[in-house]
């Protein structure tokens, strides 16, 4: 179908409808900035509301529970969902209102130039016609002239009373308009001819011309349309499997939550370990004084007893020291109080003291992987001085190392309100003394958690005087074979020892069972390596 041939004579309606059609396309425009404009808001409101109900840094330990844990994991995805909605904004900005943009001046400009170019086929066909209608009037008044001086000469012609000059005279006027007359016929027939071909070739040819174009650029237009509304749909479907990959991990955080867990975890964190108190005896006072000297009664409480519950109710309900002065005697004062967490009950103060515990031996850790790092590196100096200079690590070095022992000490002293918590009387395990040992031989090794060489349980606490005084805990231990490494060790696990392949070493401890044999290296250095890994020779199969 052509609109050239269909609508021939709707110049001005198809003029009309390309303009709308450019219209709709502005009008698409302003709504993909709309829409930008909401999806952009919306990504910021939900970033906005994913930040507002994050978890804050004094209520970290109530995001333990697995349903607070599944809340963090849900606004995370929420957080991730809403920086989809960012990209859908940045894709319809950036490509297809771009793009709209650039063919609303195109079809302009086309449009303004095809209108033009009829426009002037309009002015040239009316011209024409002009000129027609022109020669046309022009053809009518000779005509009549014509007809008129014929009938004026006829008239003379037919009156004896007027002269022959005069007849003649009327004779000429007649022949002269007629000839004018014939003249104008003559224009008047080539005007016409002109005029029907040139309407001719403007209904066939030109004008279906200026149609066809714009009928290009509509369809032009329409197909555009059709291609940005796929873009539109397109971009929603790209970011379709993100969002759905949200949508599943909100899923997976909600079949996170265990109730049964978090149950178990309320009674970890709330449990006192008080055992239930006993019923409340009855007291018969008619039979008080009586029975005074009878075992079987009722306990009474000793006024010592009186006076230490009321002393520690007092000391529960002591308010702080108000006024400036107050200020750092009084936290120093709770600082030392609460040190050992001895205000706290059983339970709590034991997962209290054992988080303490933790904490100070991944302290341990980073210290002692600095250190080894900073021996590595001396040794790098002392082997090539155009590097650096070895002695710059000394200050270091021994900076670390006071760190480790002050770090030690700290662990001592907890693992000790640890064990005064339990109801035990023990020391540090064999492997915490001989990373002491270690750290002051410059030889430090670093904690694998999935690793544990065995913690030594011979000889512990003896009450020799002096004890912790020396910082060589290791000297009680005799000599019992030799062994040599099938395979090298890196002694990475806290406790552990580096050994090479076919290196000799000193057995100081048997295998108990637990796949660990305690060794002594020739530079004095001690700890545990695998028993598999070595090949041990005793002195006592020599002497049987």
Known sequence: MSWGLELWDQYDNVGQHTEKGIYFCEKFTHFLKER?????????????????????????????????????????????????????????????????????????????????????????????????????????????????????????????????????????IMNSKATQCEECKNDYASQLQNTNLFQREYYTSLMPKVFQDLQDIDEKRINKIQEFIGQCANTEHNVI???????????????????????????????????????IPFEDLSVAQTNENNHTAPKQKTPADKNTIKSATLSGRQKTRKGIFGIFSGSKQTDNQNEDFSDLPPNQRRRKLQSKIDNIKRDMAKEQAEREGMLKMRDVYASNTALGDPSSLDKKIEENAQKIDTLRHELQKFESFLVECDGKHRRHSASDDSLSQSVSEGSVHQQDPEQKPPINTSNMYQAVEGDFTDGDEFDNYSVIGTCRALYPFDGSSEGSILMNENEEMYVLEQDQGDGWTRVRRDDGSEGFVPTSYVSVHLYESDQV
């Open 241 to 279: 499997p993100i969002i759905n990959t949200c949508i599943e991990g909100m899923n997976k955080a909600a079949n996170s939550i265990n109730a049964k867990e978090d149950s178990k975890l309320v009674i970890a964190r709330y449990k006192s370990g008080y055992s239930i108190p006993e019923d």
């Open 36 to 172: 930008c404009t909401i999806e952009q808001e919306y990504a910021r409101s939900l970033k906005r509301l994913v930040k507002n109900f994050q978890p804050k840094k004094k209520e970290e330990n109530e995001y333990q529970f697995s349903w607070a844990k599944a809340f963090v994991d849900m606004i995370k995805e929420l957080h991730d969902l809403a920086g989809q909605h960012e990209v859908i904004a940045e894709n319809l900005q950036g490509t297809v209102s771009k793009e709209l943009h650039v063919l609303i001046s195109e079809l302009k400009q086309e449009r303004r130039k095809h209108l033009a170019e009829g426009s002037k086929l309009q002015e040239q066909l009316q011209r024409s016609t002009n000129l027609l209608e022109r020669s046309k009037r022009q053809y009518e008044r000779a005509f009549k002239e014509s007809e008129k001086a014929l009938d004026n000469y006829r008239k003379a012609d037919a009156d004896i009373n007027l002269s022959r000059a005069e007849v003649e005279k009327y004779r000429v």
